[in-house]
């Protein structure tokens, strides 16, 4: 399992513990605070991300639902609840957000954007900040959708910890070689391409979403900070290290790349212990606890065992990566070996 090292060094910033003095035979345990949407395809991945870090030794606490302080306590990790209001539950939308059902198209993706990732964003930083007045965290990961991390990003930066900003979904910052996420236009560096790319990111930005971008804007002011000088969804640029999970191959191009962003490849999780088969065939009841898992977790990309017949640039958004059982044959038709 690869994960993205965090440790910093301790010129950095002046939080940081491991700047001050430590007898040099007792090397100080990292302090990692994790933040998380409650979504499971938020906070599934930063807890694949939590048990890695768990196991090279580190301290790690996460921020998110109360609902999933068991899955954090499994990992080794120490849960922390954020406020119920900045809580919600995917499956109960339409009930708990009163107006969504009257809502479509770009009018439900304002509502969304704005009642989902910006509205909690004044007690998603209080939490922050409680947590950091009682610890000096070395590093901060933070699911690129938890907008509560904004004013401490927009703030001064000797007063924070490193941030990391960790995004579940596909690269969605602007760039001037690809259209608005969502659209479902291919990229293009042309210059005709260019010129469609910065018209519609104009539209979406200014005029579509431009809801979205006044309330995180009006909010960002009502907690004494300073707006934001980007669009609300490049704001994870804000951060020390934007982290994308995948490898450049499986993204659009874009030339204009920042250079904060880093690809570092999936984060599996580890292989399962005691994992248990039956012996003797399917109709057995014969249990060895002896063998090892055909699920074990592969770290072959689906471009170098089998892939796919569409375009890799298809399905480059979703980070694919094909763990397939040992025993499996492989699927031919629907992909081809190498």
Same mark, same amino acid.
């Given at each position: ?38 979504? %499971? ?7 694949? %991300? ?7 030794? *580190? ?25 119920? +209001?900045? *809580?919600?539950?995917m499956t109960r939308l339409d ?32 939490? /922050? ?12 990961? %933070? ?27 596909? /690269? ?21 391409g260019r010129v469609r790319n ?21 909010? /960002? ?6 707006? /934001? ?19 450049? +191959? ?16 999936? %984060? ?71």
């Amino acid at each position: 399992m690869w994960v993205y090292r965090l440790q910093s060094p301790p010129d950095l910033h002046k939080t940081s513990k491991l700047q001050r003095g430590h007898s040099p035979s007792i090397e100080p345990m990292p302090e990692i605070l994790i933040a998380s949407l409650s979504p %499971v395809g938020h906070i599934g991945p930063l807890l694949n %991300v939590a048990q890695g870090l768990v196991g090279r030794g *580190d301290r790690v606490t996460v921020l998110s639902s109360a609902d999933h302080a068991g899955k954090i306590r499994a990992v080794g990790a120490t849960p922390h609840a954020i406020p119920a +209001e900045a *809580d919600f539950d995917m499956t109960r939308l339409d009930i708990d957000l009163p107006g969504r059902v009257d809502t479509s198209g770009i009018k439900r993706v304002n509502f969304d954007i704005v009642r989902l990732f910006v509205q909690p964003m004044p007690h998603q930083a209080r939490a /922050l900040s409680e947590l950091m007045a009682r610890t000096q965290y070395d590093a901060v990961i %933070v699911d690129a959708g938890f907008f509560g991390i904004l004013p401490f990003l927009l703030g001064d930066r000797r007063a924070r910890p490193p941030v990391l900003a960790y995004t579940t979904t596909p /690269l969605m910052i602007t760039s001037r070689d690809t259209a608005p996420s969502g659209m479902g236009l291919p990229p293009s560096s042309t210059m005709l391409g260019r010129v469609r790319n910065g018209a519609l990111n104009v539209l979406s930005q200014k005029v579509l979403l431009r809801q979205s971008q006044n309330a995180a804007n009006y909010l /960002l002011d009502r907690l004494n900070s300073r707006q /934001l000088p980007m669009f609300i969804l490049d704001s994870g640029l804000l951060a020390d290290r934007y982290i994308s999970p995948t490898v450049p +191959e499986f993204d659009y191009p874009r030339s204009d790349l920042p250079a904060n962003v880093r690809y570092v490849g999936t %984060v599996h999780q580890p292989p399962s212990d005691g994992f248990a088969c039956r012996r003797g065939g399917p109709n057995s009841t014969v249990i060895d606890r002896s063998c090892t898992s055909p699920r074990a977790p592969s770290t072959t990309p689906i471009w170098v065992g089998c892939w796919s017949r569409r375009s890799t640039r298809s399905v480059a958004s979703t980070s694919l990566w094909w763990p397939p059982p040992a025993t499996a044959p492989c699927p031919r038709s629907r992909c081809r070996c190498r």
